[in-house]
């Protein structure tokens, strides 16, 4: 049984740059939310997409944008990248309308803005 | 407004001796709590969650965590650390409102001295 798989392991960007990150979700989620996770501190929520929409979206600029695929894959994008910008990307799945459940989470993707 | 407080931003124990993980809630409304563990370079496991059934939850790797709703804490505990305890440990609050809202504490920092 897959769990939630995150590509790449690690990217390095210059600062303006785009930046496209992947996750396959748990088998048998439907849900998959993205967190930003600077060092030292922990992850900030940043979107949760369902049904292919953006369902909820935590205080991030729309310089991060979101996708979910018919499969309920997700594609985390992120324009114009910042140095602040550098951080662990983690996605998380889970089952959309049940009930005190715990999200499940990959192992994340590391960026580093030079 | 809800919230999650750790009360320790680093704790450090001998291997063998107890661990106490200290984490204080905010919430309007009845909350889901998990406690996460992340190893270095590592996304978050689950260790344990309470959804409003028995108040002492046990979890892996001998966790057990304690809903106190008087106090607003749901305190990790271990009897006996060891080395391969050494993390970061994460409380979190799941509220049910229109989606759930998931709420990430700051973290706690385990040092485990052999």
């Known amino acids: 049984d897959a769990g939630v798989t995150q590509s790449p392991t690690h990217l390095i960007k210059t600062r303006g740059q785009q930046v496209t990150l992947r996750c396959s979700p748990k088998s048998g989620h439907d849900t998959v939310s993205w967190y930003q996770q600077a060092l030292g501190q922990g992850p900030q929520f940043i979107f949760q997409y369902y049904e292919e929409e953006e369902r909820q979206r935590g205080n991030f600029p729309d310089r991060f944008s979101g996708h979910q695929f018919p499969n309920y894959s997700s594609e985390l994008n992120v324009n114009a990248l910042l140095l602040g910008d550098s951080a662990l990307y983690l996605c998380a799945s889970s089952n959309w309308g049940v009930p005190n459940q715990p999200q499940h989470f990959g192992d994340g993707t590391r960026l580093s803005i030079l | 407004a809800q919230s999650v407080t750790q009360l320790d931003s680093h704790v450090s124990v001998s291997e063998g001796t107890p661990v106490l993980l200290r984490c204080n809630y905010s919430s309007s409304y009845s909350p889901s709590l998990f406690w996460y563990v992340q190893h270095p370079n590592k996304g978050l496991q689950l260790l344990l969650k309470?959804?409003?059934?028995?108040?002492l939850v046990k979890g892996i790797n001998g966790f057990e965590a304690e809903f106190k709703k008087s106090e607003t804490s749901f305190h990790l505990t271990k009897p006996s650390a060891h080395m391969s305890d050494a993390a970061e440990y994460f409380c979190?609050?799941?509220?049910?409102?229109?989606?759930?809202?998931?709420?990430f504490g700051p973290g706690t920092s385990l040092s485990v001295i052999p």
């Open positions: 979190v609050v799941t509220v049910k409102t229109s989606y759930d809202k998931v709420i």
């Open positions: 309470y959804t409003s059934a028995a108040t």
